[in-house]
């Protein structure tokens, strides 16, 4: 069965530092990733999207996300975090030719001003 | 644009009541889904339907009916409320059931069942 592992449940920075969060996905054939984000009290936003080509995808608010297929990881960074990206973030796979999306457990960002 | 609507936005139930969880989208989509939202799972699939007519099962569907006669509207039946049921749900839509669509969320219906 297809999961989806984010390995930090928690993250706490200061505005301006660097955001790295994990994502592992286990599916062994074709994938198409996704992350979205769930600002407090609102539904879930997609942010960027992975489906074929350039490994490296930028998505909306200067995020991006780099997927490495020899790792099944597909991490969401970004270089200089705001206030404003306070939220949930959670990565999601999707097998190319099925029907399900599954969603890993979810990483609550708060950034300190 | 509505996109996706869900009502209620919130609801209490006694165990064992039952109650529909209405999800309606207005941008054609063949494929919807219903999804619950615990702390620290993510979100789970209960059920979703790639057309008017056709549904099937997600990772939770214990509980949980689904019946789609509209493409524009799933709704979703809790028969016999459980408090393992108490969760925020979401249903979401997509254009196409294939994997390079992203799904389109509503606001989420938050149930406490006690």
């Known amino acids: 069965a297809q999961s989806v592992s984010q390995h930090n449940h928690h993250v706490i920075l200061s505005e301006a530092a660097s955001l790295e969060l994990g994502c592992n996905y286990s599916?062994?054939?074709?994938?198409?990733l996704f992350w979205y984000v769930q600002y407090p009290g609102q539904h879930l936003q997609l942010l960027l999207k992975?489906?074929?080509?350039?490994?490296l995808v930028k998505g909306i608010k200067g995020f991006e996300a780099e997927f490495i297929k020899s790792k099944f990881s597909f991490n969401l960074r970004k270089p200089s975090v705001q206030w404003s990206d306070t939220a949930e973030y959670f990565c999601?796979?999707?097998?190319?030719?099925?029907?399900?999306?599954?969603f890993g457990g979810g990483t609550r960002l708060m950034v300190k001003p | 644009n509505a996109g996706v609507t869900q009502t209620p936005k919130f609801q209490v139930l006694k165990t064992g009541q039952s109650m529909t969880l209405q999800c309606a989208q207005d941008m054609n989509h063949e494929y919807m889904s219903w999804y619950r939202q615990d702390p620290g799972m993510g979100l789970r699939l209960i059920h979703y339907s790639v057309g008017a007519g056709i549904t099937d099962q997600g990772e939770v569907p214990n509980g949980y009916n689904v019946s789609r006669s509209t493409t524009e509207d799933f709704p979703l039946r809790l028969l016999s409320a459980a408090p393992s049921q108490t969760s925020v749900y979401f249903c979401?839509?997509?254009?196409?059931?294939?994997?390079?669509?992203?799904?389109?969320f509503g606001d989420g219906t938050r149930l406490s069942i006690l």
């Open positions: 979401a839509s997509s254009d196409h059931g294939t994997g390079d669509q992203p799904q389109h």
């Open positions: 599916y062994g054939g074709t994938v198409n």
């Open positions: 992975y489906f074929s080509g350039d490994p």
């Open positions: 999601a796979a999707r097998n190319n030719a099925g029907n399900m999306l599954t």
